[in-house]
């Protein structure tokens, strides 16, 4: 089954000391990652109504999927668990880390 429309891909990555939000526009395949300065439900949905507000998008009509993880549980709407959009944003990190890594 194809994403809808407005769908964006929501997973934490970790990378030595630091944690990033990334995003992934599952039509698009547009990827973001922002620095979280810390791990929580409040956190969040700040970092995503700042990329909403950067990008001229309205939260509200947005879906995004994610593992369902505790930071996104309480502020964020996410439709269920979706393991499509789960391996399209590990591909992604895999790269990242593969890019990141020193020679």
Known sequence: MPPEENSYALELWFFGVKTYLS????ILDEFWSVEVWEKTSDCIPALLAAWA???SISLYKLT???????EFKDHVKTAS???E????IEKRHKELDMMCQPY
Do not use: C, M, Q, T
């Open 85 to 88: 959009a789960n391996v399209k």
């Open 81 to 83: 668990y979706h393991p």
């Open 53 to 55: 507000e950067f990008r």
């Open 64 to 70: 995004f999927l994610s593992d369902r993880g505790g």
């Open 23 to 26: 995003i992934l526009d599952l």
